[in-house]
Nanobody, 116 residues
């Protein structure tokens, strides 16, 4: 059974930092591209950051220079370090594991709330 479990969300003041973690079980983690998405109330889910199986990364323009995605294949975990947080970063953050169209998995989400 595949499980992605996010943690690390919470309430933080603007300008602060949080680190999200997503621990995966039930998949060959090092073969998967891993991504973080977020969804704010009333908005569509959007891609925040991604990291390929080879370690290449990509970011949404809105988070470049502030967020860093990384992975630890030995721990089957992907991280999202979020610095200089803004109120517009408030959202539920979801972890995604991607190994092709029929191998897509999602976590349950973790809430990040940034107070101004």
């Amino acid at each position: 059974q595949v499980r992605l479990v996010e943690s690390g969300g919470g309430l933080v003041q603007a300008g602060g930092s949080l680190r999200l973690s997503c621990a995966a079980t039930g998949i060959t983690f090092n073969r998967y591209s891993m991504r973080w998405y977020r969804q704010a109330p009333g908005k569509q889910r959007e891609l925040v950051a991604g990291i390929s199986s080879g370690g290449s990364t990509n970011y949404a323009d809105s988070v470049k220079g502030r967020f860093t995605i990384s992975r630890d294949n030995a721990k089957n975990t992907v991280y999202l370090q979020m610095n200089s947080l803004k109120s517009e970063d408030t959202a539920a953050y979801y972890c995604n594991a991607d190994f092709g169209a029929v191998n897509q998995y999602w976590g349950q989400g973790t809430q990040v709330t940034v107070s101004s």
